[in-house]
């Protein structure tokens, strides 16, 4: 299982990040969609509906990370790892739209 920054990743994909009330909240104009996130819980909100991800989002020095994979699967993009040389691999977030 593989975390990642929520704040710098979901601005990667060109959302928007807030916190109000112990909730984060994901707004992604590109794919209409709206993620909130309550660190420490694994049931996330998807434009309303919830959902189980992997792992709960984990607050770290201030940071929230939650699962690559569905972070990545909610804002419409995919994950894949890329061999660089040896045996070193970089984790891609990608997406069109």
């Known amino acids: 299982m593989t975390l990642v920054p929520l704040r710098e990743t979901a601005r ?6 807030t ?24 049931l996330v909100k998807i434009n309303g509906k919830t959902v189980k991800w992997a792992v709960p989002a984990t607050a770290v020095q201030g940071a929230i990370y939650v699962p690559a ?9 995919t994950v894949k790892w890329e061999s660089l040389y ?12």
Request: aromatic letters at 4%; a neutral charge; hydrophobic letters at 35%.
């Open 19 to 42: 916190y109000k009330n112990k909730t984060v909240t994901v707004s992604d104009e590109a794919t209409g969609t709206t993620i909130a996130i309550k660190p420490g819980s694994n």
């Open 12 to 17: 990667q994909f060109g959302a928007t990040v």
């Open 86 to 97: 040896g045996d070193e691999k970089l984790l891609v977030l990608e997406r069109e739209v």
């Open 69 to 77: 994979r569905d972070l990545a699967k909610a804002l419409g993009g």
